[in-house]
């Protein structure tokens, strides 16, 4: 775990450093050019920059967090059986399938649960999205977020759309290591924090099998 934080604290400002790098041809360039053209070029440069960024970002942080199964690798069915077994706890976290994808978020559907996230203030939705590639026996985990507002718990709950944000890194969690543990938690000792449904979703992965891998998309 610490190489990992190691290689993403040393990988990012490398990332920043190329990128500001990359100006310098047209820095060079300056003395010949107009401003107006210049200052065209250069947000044409800066935006392509941008946009190389992010895959190259993603590429990083795929390549870093990367989990290895502990076990034989289970077949897809079964797996999605054992992250879908949340929904039979009684615990604020539902998952959900989604075409090809399953989705866990906290379970806002309910009463007890809502109205509990509404007394703590909850603000932000966050999900846990799995996206799963059976060729290589990998699931991307992949964070996202959403305004929410608690009207009318739990038949009038407002929610926006989900927004990329940046990924947890906080893959442990010291009392949830796997989806069956959810059981064994009281409502008091959450945090609702998004590491308290990424831990043990990656456990569970991992304990079935399969590799996981963090991605921003």
Same mark, same amino acid.
């Given at each position: ?6 290689? #993403?604290?040393? /990988? ?6 190329g990128?500001?790098? !990359?100006? #310098?041809?047209?820095? &060079? ?8 053209? =210049?200052?065209?070029?250069?947000c044409?440069?800066g ?5 190389? &960024?992010?895959?190259? /970002? %993603? ?6 967090? =990367? ?19 949340? %929904? /039979?706890?009684? *615990?604020p ?11 866990? !978020?906290? $379970?806002?559907?309910?009463? +007890?649960? *809502?109205?509990l996230? !509404?007394?703590q ?8 999205? *799995?996206?799963?590639?059976t060729? #290589?026996? #990998?699931? =991307?985990?992949?964070? $996202?977020?959403?305004?929410v507002?608690?009207?009318? *718990?739990?038949?009038?709950? $407002?929610? /926006?759309f ?6 947890s ?7 949830l290591?796997?989806?069956?543990? =959810?059981?064994?938690l ?5 945090d609702?924090? &998004? ?6 979703v ?5 304990? !079935?099998?399969? %590799?996981? +891998?963090f991605s921003?998309f």
């Amino acid at each position: 775990m610490i190489k990992r934080w190691f290689l #993403t604290l040393l /990988g990012l400002p490398l990332l920043v450093i190329g990128a500001a790098f !990359s100006l #310098t041809p047209l820095l &060079l360039l300056q003395p010949r050019l107009e401003s107006p053209l =210049f200052e065209q070029a250069a947000c044409l440069w800066g935006s392509l920059v941008v946009l190389l &960024l992010i895959p190259t /970002g %993603n590429a990083l942080l795929r390549k870093i967090w =990367f989990f290895r199964g502990v076990a034989e690798p289970v077949p897809l069915e079964q797996l999605h059986e054992r992250l879908l077994a949340v %929904n /039979g706890l009684v *615990c604020p976290v539902s998952a959900r399938e989604k075409r090809d994808r399953i989705i866990f !978020s906290w $379970r806002r559907t309910e009463a +007890r649960w *809502c109205e509990l996230f !509404s007394r703590q203030g909850m603000e932000r939705l966050y999900e846990v999205r *799995c996206r799963f590639d059976t060729d #290589t026996r #990998t699931v =991307f985990l992949v964070d $996202r977020m959403r305004a929410v507002d608690f009207v009318v *718990c739990p038949d009038h709950v $407002r929610t /926006g759309f989900a927004r990329i944000c940046l990924p947890s890194l906080c893959s442990r969690h010291r009392r949830l290591t796997a989806i069956d543990q =959810f059981a064994a938690l009281e409502a008091y000792e959450y945090d609702f924090h &998004l590491r308290e449904i990424k831990a043990p979703v990656l456990g569970t992965i991992l304990a !079935s099998g399969w %590799n996981v +891998r963090f991605s921003l998309f």
